[in-house]
């Protein structure tokens, strides 16, 4: 069973920046595809960053809305997924979830919740202006 846990949410001024962490257990999170999703209201969790697994060449995808301002990483030797929001705006507030999945990742999209299997408990990112 992976376990996920996130942290480093907060809250900045507009044009701030921060750095959320996702620590992974129960499975070797190189070989997982990740991402994280924010969610503002009950019915919607949208798919901000993606990253493949290793083996599958580790390729980072990127909502339109983050590009250029948000990077996704994976330090292996810690089983830690990153996100580094920089120029963060009032619309970017959110609790911010972290996610795990497999083959039905690629399958179904990795912006997308559906192919992920495992859910961390979300970090509460705010921005003022």
């Known amino acids: 069973q992976v376990q996920l846990v996130e942290s480093g949410g907060g809250s900045v001024q507009s044009g701030g920046s921060l750095r959320l962490s996702c620590a992974a257990s129960g499975y070797t999170a190189r070989a997982l595809a990740m991402g994280w999703f924010r969610q503002t209201s009950p019915d919607e969790r949208e798919g901000v960053a993606a990253?493949?697994?290793?083996?599958?060449?580790?390729?980072?995808v990127y909502a339109d809305s983050v590009k250029g301002r948000f990077t996704i990483s994976r330090d292996n030797t810690k089983n830690t997924l990153y996100l580094e929001m920089n120029d963060l705006v009032p619309e970017d507030t959110a609790m911010y979830y972290c996610a795990a999945g497999m083959d039905s990742v690629s399958r179904l999209g990795p912006l997308q919740t559906g192919g992920y299997a495992w859910w961390g408990r979300g970090t509460q990112v705010t921005v003022s202006s």
């Open positions: 990253i493949y697994p290793d083996p599958d060449g580790g390729a980072s």
